[in-house]
């Protein structure tokens, strides 16, 4: 069901519904030199590796809709136009497709890609949707970069308008390139189609949505011996501004890869593993999956990993002292902001890949409390990383890293692609 638009909507709430994005939105004249009914336009952009037919694809904002046609090739860009001729007597050529109805600049001031009932990419201006502050007047807004975070980031104000072209790009060094994607540095990798991946999950919500994903990223789940998880987190949380290094989780300290605690020479600024959900709470054996799943584990300075212990995730405490902006008491842990939507991703994350089905983990379950117990299954508190998933979006580092996770572990995180499913699975108990 397509949702409802009001004014100034929250943009959390208003990609609560987004699925993947295999179109992107990439190029909006909404504010036109001349007559708004003549001059204004959309242009589509493919960054996927193949072409993307148009059937079932419309586009929208708060007055009406216009279903689209044809197809779009692999790194190809469509133009539509409200007025074929307006269009080309601006840039002497003709659009795409024509006749397109939406007011835009007109009131409008946001417009969606939609695929069925699914939202696939979104922008606004000039604060329609809150946040989206983008001002343009007799020139297009663009898209900056063909990976997307769903954010105002995302755009900038043109010096010249550039429709049916651009400089977006696609990664198909493996087997097609997803929009989504950080992308991945290593030449040799095999980039995941997202939208082939996820394709059983996309229209679902709530506990069938949950369902599916445990069923994808369970498959192909490559299972990593304890003494494997060493070199993959040196992979897996490398430093991009230095190959050598490896960003320690909490502290975010750039530390040497082979300062490992344990080795000769380690003292207590060396880095260890560190289980983001407790290992003691549900699967004290290096056996079991969770134990060794990279998807939890980071590089951790020895002694603020030691401080963390196995307390619940929450806000509050006193500084930590080590981990700038950190914050600690008896039974909960509060990370710096640049972290806390990671935290929380893995820890969703966590509970959706381990329901108990296997034999060889427990049923994982968040709970809305720091009352948890060794031995116990459990880690809280809900509502406070349902929010941290809110307020710290996935950046370009955690999505390197997803992608690199998949790589070795063969399977990914769906809330740091896809994390508005956390509104769809988890909203209902905290909103």
């Not at 990279?294 to 963390?308: E, M, Q, W």
Request: aromatic letters at 10%; proline letters at 4%.
């Amino acid at each position: 069901m397509k949702r409802p638009i009001v004014w100034l909507l929250p943009a959390a709430m208003l990609y609560s519904s987004l699925s993947h994005a295999d179109l992107l939105i990439s190029e909006v004249l909404y504010d036109t030199p001349g007559t708004d009914s003549n001059e204004e336009w959309i242009e589509l952009y493919n960054p996927e590796c193949e072409s993307i037919s148009l059937s079932g694809y419309s586009i929208a904002d708060n007055g009406s809709s216009f279903t689209l046609s044809g197809s779009i090739p692999a790194g190809g860009y469509l133009t539509i136009a409200r007025n074929a001729s307006g269009f080309s007597a601006m840039y002497g050529s003709s659009p795409t497709l024509s006749g397109m109805s939406l007011a835009l600049g007109n009131s409008g001031d946001w417009v969606e890609l939609s695929n069925g009932s699914g939202t696939v990419d979104m922008v606004a201006w000039e604060n329609k949707v809150s946040g989206w502050d983008i001002n343009a007047k007799d020139v297009s807004i663009y898209r900056i970069s063909s990976v997307d975070t769903d954010s105002v980031s995302d755009w900038g104000v043109s010096g010249s308008d550039t429709p049916g072209t651009g400089s977006l790009t696609q990664n198909c060094s493996g087997n097609s390139g997803g929009s989504d994607s950080g992308g991945n540095t290593d030449d040799t990798s095999t980039v995941v189609n997202e939208a082939d991946y996820y394709s059983d999950a996309i229209g679902l919500s709530g506990a069938a949505l949950k369902a599916e994903l445990q069923d994808i990223i369970s498959a192909n789940h490559t299972k990593l011996t304890y003494s494997e998880v060493w070199t993959a987190l040196q992979y897996t949380d490398e430093d991009p501004n230095n190959t050598n290094n490896v960003i320690l989780f909490y502290s975010q300290r750039s530390a040497d890869k082979d300062d490992r605690d344990g080795t000769s020479g380690s003292d207590n600024d060396s880095w260890n593993r560190e289980h983001v959900w407790a290992k003691s709470l549900g699967f004290p054996s290096t056996g079991q999956y969770g134990y060794t799943d990279i998807h939890h584990l980071r590089p951790a300075d020895k002694t603020v990993n030691s401080s963390r212990g196995n307390k619940s995730f929450d806000n509050g405490g006193s500084a930590q002292g080590e981990a700038a902006n950190t914050f600690t008491d008896s039974d909960s842990w509060e990370p710096s902001n640049v972290v806390k939507g990671d935290v929380a991703r893995m820890i969703f994350y966590m509970e959706t890949r381990y329901d108990g089905s296997d034999g060889n983990m427990p049923n994982l379950e968040i709970i809305n409390s720091t009352s948890t117990s060794t031995g116990d299954p459990n880690i809280g508190v809900l509502c406070a990383l349902y929010q941290w998933n809110k307020t710290d979006p996935v950046d370009a580092y955690e999505q390197r890293r997803n992608d690199r996770i998949a790589e070795r572990q063969g399977n990914r995180n769906p809330f740091i692609d896809n994390p508005q499913w956390v509104d769809s699975i988890w909203g209902n108990r905290c909103n």
